[in-house]
């Protein structure tokens, strides 16, 4: 390894930048756990994910706790996508493994100390226990939806089920990602509405609409209107990253030959579409070859063909 090359690279530009994205994915990760503890666990909704299978656990009368559940099974997980996925992308997740359980237990500890943060002791609501789980599943999912955007933001990853899901699409390239993530979670909450003894439906639908309402939270903070993403890269190192992009995301780049206006010199240019979960995927694979190439990131209206949405007349 060139250890000249590797602290040239820790610039004061780029050590301010790894700070502030690991603020935000620290913030993020905190805010989801917020919303987990204290409004998800109270009231035992299965939104499918981690807290999910965690829930599960619960209704099958395993008294364990749920916050080192959580942390257990985020844990198998981050491991699971170490040895299938690499260290690239577990690394994207290793601070939301480590810090959300610990977050969960720091939540916890204070709402137990100061009961009135946790909606279930509201005075106001006493004795309408519908209108509590209601309001815990609103409040829950946004909480939840924009822990997940800002840790998005911060170039971080909140790992859990995704995991699965990309090891899914690794090896079954024909399952788009956004289909193994709805089967997932929507196995997850039906085998929760199975073991919960009292079969109760309406919790079930509370929970799925409080995952319903953190998906939007995070359309919103992170995505606006679309999911899919292009970005068009300026770089000697085009070849290096369309290798990477192929191997590791499973899509691929078109090279363009382009001329600089006031140059006059001839370069490539990579374009490259991919959807909201390989973002910082492939920010990581670009600064990895070229922090210097020239990149154009925009939203798309809409993506059509393989490996996005099948084209339509």
């Given at each position: 390894?060139?250890?000249n090359?590797?602290?040239k690279?820790?610039?004061k530009?780029?050590?301010?930048?790894?700070?502030?994205?690991?603020?935000?994915?620290?913030l993020?990760?905190?805010?989801l756990?917020?919303g987990t503890?204290?409004?998800?666990?109270p009231?035992?909704?299965?939104?499918g994910?981690?807290?999910?299978?965690?829930?599960?656990?619960?209704?099958?009368?395993?008294e364990?706790?749920?916050e080192i559940?959580?942390?257990?099974?985020?844990?198998?997980?981050?491991?699971?996508g170490?040895?299938?996925?690499?260290?690239?992308?577990?690394?994207?997740?290793?601070?939301?493994?480590?810090?959300y359980?610990?977050f969960?237990?720091?939540?916890?500890?204070?709402?137990?100390?100061?009961?009135?943060?946790?909606?279930?002791?509201?005075?106001?609501?006493?004795?309408n226990?519908?209108l509590?789980?209601?309001?815990?599943?609103?409040f829950?999912?946004?909480?939840?939806?924009?822990?997940?955007?800002?840790?998005?933001?911060g170039?971080?990853?909140t790992g859990?089920?995704d995991?699965?899901?990309?090891?899914?699409?690794?090896?079954?390239?024909?399952i788009?990602?956004s289909?193994s993530?709805f089967?997932?979670d929507?196995?997850?909450v039906?085998?929760?509405?199975?073991?919960?003894?009292?079969?109760?439906i309406?919790?079930?639908?509370e929970?799925?609409f409080?995952?319903?309402?953190?998906?939007?939270?995070v359309?919103?903070?992170?995505?606006?209107?679309?999911?899919?993403?292009?970005?068009?890269?300026?770089?000697?190192?085009y070849?290096?990253i369309?290798?990477?992009?192929?191997?590791?995301?499973?899509?691929?780049t078109?090279?363009?030959?382009?001329?600089?206006?006031?140059?006059?010199e001839m370069?490539?240019?990579?374009?490259v579409?991919?959807?909201?979960r390989?973002?910082?995927q492939?920010?990581s694979?670009?600064?990895?070859?070229?922090?210097?190439?020239?990149?154009?990131?925009?939203?798309?209206?809409e993506?059509?063909?393989?490996?996005f949405?099948?084209?339509?007349?």
């Open positions: 390894m060139n250890l090359k590797l602290f690279n820790f610039t530009e780029n050590t301010l930048k790894l700070i502030s994205n690991t603020l935000l994915v620290l993020g990760t905190f805010i756990a917020m503890e204290m409004f998800i666990i009231q035992e909704l299965d939104t994910g981690v807290s999910g299978i965690a829930i599960c656990f619960k209704y099958a009368g395993i364990f706790s749920t559940i959580i942390g257990i099974i985020g844990w198998i997980l981050f491991f699971l170490l040895i299938f996925l690499g260290w690239s992308f577990s690394a994207q997740t290793l601070i939301s493994t480590i810090t359980p610990l969960l237990l720091l939540i916890n500890f204070i709402c137990s100390k100061y009961s009135f943060l946790l909606i279930a002791e509201s005075q106001s609501l006493a004795g226990p519908a509590i789980t209601l309001l815990s599943s609103l829950g999912g946004i909480l939840v939806g924009a822990g997940c955007a800002i840790t998005f933001v170039g971080g990853s859990g089920v995991i699965i899901t990309f090891i899914i699409c690794k090896y079954f390239k024909r788009k990602s289909a993530i089967i997932i929507a196995i997850i039906i085998l929760g509405f199975i073991i919960n003894k009292d079969h109760d309406a919790l079930c639908l929970g799925v409080s995952a319903f309402i953190a998906a939007l939270v359309d919103r903070i992170f995505v606006g209107q679309s999911d899919s993403f292009a970005a068009y890269i300026i770089t000697d190192k070849q290096e369309t290798d990477e992009v192929i191997n590791k995301l499973n899509r691929t078109s090279i363009l030959d382009i001329e600089g206006g006031y140059t006059k370069k490539k240019m990579l374009i579409s991919f959807t909201i390989q973002y910082t492939v920010m694979i670009i600064t990895r070859y070229d922090r210097k190439a020239f990149t154009i990131i925009h939203r798309t209206h993506i059509d063909g393989e490996g949405k099948e084209l339509k007349e």
